[in-house]
């Protein structure tokens, strides 16, 4: 795998002072900051991935999903994009949890460790009423991920809810 071209100064600068201004709860400037950056540098990974960060953090899912959609086209060996987009179909207007659960199941098996995949799964099941399955898909993640770890985050997890409250959640 190359390593991506390094980006300049400039941008470097921009994408650090987007991501204060999303820890600052500010997306608009955020955005304001990302939108500076050049058309050459846009298409690398860290400036898409903060443009994803920023619709996200601004619930703003149909940018959220174009965004998603990119990172998959043009950096279809990493995984966050695939994730990125099954999240943000999720929540747009048009998708759904069963159009989510759709575009990310076919990725299991280009990335067969990441663990986020099939607890993402797993949520998605949950909230659709399908418990066995999103147990199943719970179970797998902690093969392949921390489970003390998963299992903690999980507890906490709202969309995993229905599975504590049957007591599937072990």
């Not at 939108?35 to 898409?48: D, F, M, Q, S, Y």
């Not at 899912?61 to 990493?78: K, M």
């Not at 903690?152 to 072990?170: F, I, R, T, V």
Request: charged share 30%; with cysteine.
């Amino acid at each position: 795998m190359s390593k991506p071209p390094k980006l300049s100064h400039g941008t470097q600068f921009r994408l650090r002072a987007a991501e204060g201004w999303v820890e600052l709860e500010n997306p608009a400037e955020a955005l304001l900051e990302l939108e500076t950056i050049t058309e050459a540098e846009r298409g690398h990974l860290a400036v898409l991935e903060m443009f994803w960060r920023v619709y996200a953090e601004w619930k703003k899912w149909q940018p959220a999903y174009e965004v998603a959609a990119r990172l998959v086209e043009e950096h279809p060996e990493e995984a966050a994009g695939w994730i990125h987009r099954a999240y943000a179909l999720r929540r747009m207007k048009g998708g759904g949890l069963q159009a989510a659960f759709e575009a990310l199941l076919p990725v299991l098996k280009r990335f067969p460790l990441e663990y986020v995949i099939p607890y993402n799964l797993a949520c998605y099941c949950a909230q659709l009423d399908k418990l066995i399955e999103a147990r199943d898909w719970l179970e797998r993640a902690m093969e392949v991920g921390d489970r003390e770890e998963l299992l903690e985050m999980a507890q906490q997890d709202p969309d995993l809810e229905p599975l504590k409250a049957l007591g599937l959640l072990k």
